[in-house]
Structures are given as structure tokens and as C-alpha cells.
């Protein structure tokens, strides 16, 4: 379980052990990982040399490693403009190149053992943007776009591919934000946005729900290659499809207190 100290990663983590399963949750600091029955192992999904060492531990522990969740990450807001290169790239490095590096140390060992499992954590977001979280939401679209590649790749070797899409569940998410410099242009709208957006962090569900169908990936006979999370979640991508451009626009941003759509 990468990413397991806090949030969904760390409930999935407790979940998964409560059923009998061997779980290592990883985070960078490895005594924030104390979840019940839990091995924690260090973990800092940017550095190659860390990922690396992560897996062959837990291989030479656990003798394999049957299924990799990935949850790690943390949140870019803000305009475009106000989001400099650097928290744009630490962004993707975070959600789409950290996965990445993962993926590319377990392989070999999946391969060699005819199997296993990738989960990776996305979000509604790669199916509708949320307004001023770009580098974000792009992060999360390309790690659909990233598993739906892989499948092609891997799943002869045995090796199955799935994304869970979930909308704002109660995390710490909010507290670890990171913006970049404020520019006064965007801030009515920008502060109304974040402002919805923590609220949904600190007052959402629990993340029971996440975990449930993250555990529900893992035992199945047969991973399906996405698993939506809530009614939202289920319900953003058909609204979108058989929604006028212009309606659905206006009807998202309304969601997170704007005005006029895009585009009008």
C-alpha cells in the first residue's frame, strides 16, 4: 500500500489486514504509518533509489507481492498562472511519475511469479476538471490514460490494471494543500473554489466507502479495470457524456460557487 499514513491509503491498509491479508503501507516517515496489522516500510515515491528499495524489501520479506495500491500524493491548487513550473512537475511527480516508478521496480517480480495486481487512486477530476486544481486534475487524467496503456502491456503477463475514480472524501488532504504565489486577479473566485473544496475534505464521508471497493479490487476473481466510488462518481461521467458542453458547464461550476461557464 503506497501511501498508507494517512486518508484512504490508510484505511484500505487497516482493511485489507483485518481480512487476513500481508500488508506493507509505506509513507515517507515511516511512524505515521499505525494502522492495525500493518508492516510499515519507508517510501518516497519521487526518488527511484527509495522505490526501488521499498519493493526488494518487501519481496525479500513477504517473499512476493501480489497486489500494489497506490494512493500516494498530495494536491496542487490554484490558477494556472499562479501555479509555477516546479509545483506543476512536483505535482505529476507525485500522482503520475511516482506510479510510475512503482509499476517499473514490481513488474519483474510479477512477471516472474505469473501475476498480479496494480490499483492506482485517481479521481473524478479526470473526468471533469475542477476549476482552479489544472495541474491536478491533468495529473489524474493522464494516470487513466497512464493504466488504460499499461493493460495492453502487462495483462499477458497475468498482470491486471484498475484506477478508482471517488469524489472529496475526509482526508487530510486540506491541511496538506499547496498553492502557489496568490495573484489578487483570481482570488474572489480562486477563495470561493478552495473554500468549497476544504469544506469537502474536512466534512465528507469517512473514506469506508474507498476502502471497500479497493478491498473488493484485490479479492476479486477478476479486477474490472475501473471502479467508481458514490453516486457522483457514477453519475459525472453520463451527465457529461449526454449533457449539452454549455449545460454541463454551468451546471458543475455552480457546484463550486461560479458564475457563467467557460466559454460563453
Known amino acids: 500500500m503506497a501511501g498508507a499514513s494517512s486518508g484512504v491509503g490508510r484505511d484500505a491498509a487497516a482493511s485489507l489486514a483485518a481480512r487476513g491479508h500481508t500488508v506493507y503501507g509505506t509513507s515517507r516517515d515511516v511512524t505515521r504509518v499505525d494502522a492495525p496489522g500493518v508492516t510499515p516500510v519507508a517510501l518516497e515515491v519521487t526518488d527511484d533509489r527509495s522505490v526501488r528499495a521499498c519493493v526488494e524489501e518487501v519481496v525479500e520479506r513477504a517473499g512476493g507481492i501480489d497486489a500494489v495500491v ?6 496542487v491548487a490554484g490558477s494556472a498562472e499562479e501555479t509555477d513550473p516546479e509545483l506543476a512537475i512536483a505535482q505529476l511527480d507525485a500522482y503520475l ?8 521496480a514490481v513488474l519483474p517480480h510479477m ?11 485517481s479521481s473524478t477530476a479526470a473526468v471533469a476538471a475542477i476549476p482552479f486544481h489544472s495541474v491536478y486534475s491533468a495529473s489524474k487524467a493522464a494516470l487513466n490514460h497512464y493504466a488504460e ?3 495492453y502491456e502487462v495483462e499477458p503477463f497475468g498482470v491486471r490494471v484498475a484506477c478508482v475514480e471517488a469524489t472529496s472524501v475526509r482526508t487530510g488532504a486540506a491541511t496538506a494543500l499547496r498553492t502557489g504565489a496568490p495573484l489578487p486577479v483570481y482570488q474572489p473566485v480562486r477563495d470561493k473554489v478552495l473554500d468549497r473544496f476544504r469544506r469537502l475534505q474536512l ?27 458514490g453516486l457522483q ?27 457563467r461557464p467557460p466559454g460563453d
Do not use: C, D, N
Not at 111 to 121: D, E, I, K, P
Open 70 to 75: 497506490y494512493s500516494a500524493g498530495f494536491y
Open 97 to 104: 511519475v511516482g506510479a510510475h516508478r512503482l509499476v517499473r
Open 111 to 121: 512477471r516472474r511469479r505469473g501475476g498480479g495486481r496494480l490499483l492506482l487512486m
Open 149 to 151: 496503456a499499461l493493460r
Open 203 to 229: 466534512e465528507g464521508p469517512e473514506p469506508t466507502a474507498v476502502s471497500r471497493e479497493i478491498v473488493r479490487a484485490v479479492e476479486a476473481r477478476r479486477m474490472r479495470p475501473l471502479y467508481r466510488v
Open 233 to 259: 462518481a457514477k453519475t459525472l461521467p453520463v451527465l457529461r457524456a449526454v449533457l449539452p458542453r454549455r449545460l454541463f458547464a454551468h451546471l458543475y461550476g455552480r457546484f463550486f460557487g461560479l458564475g
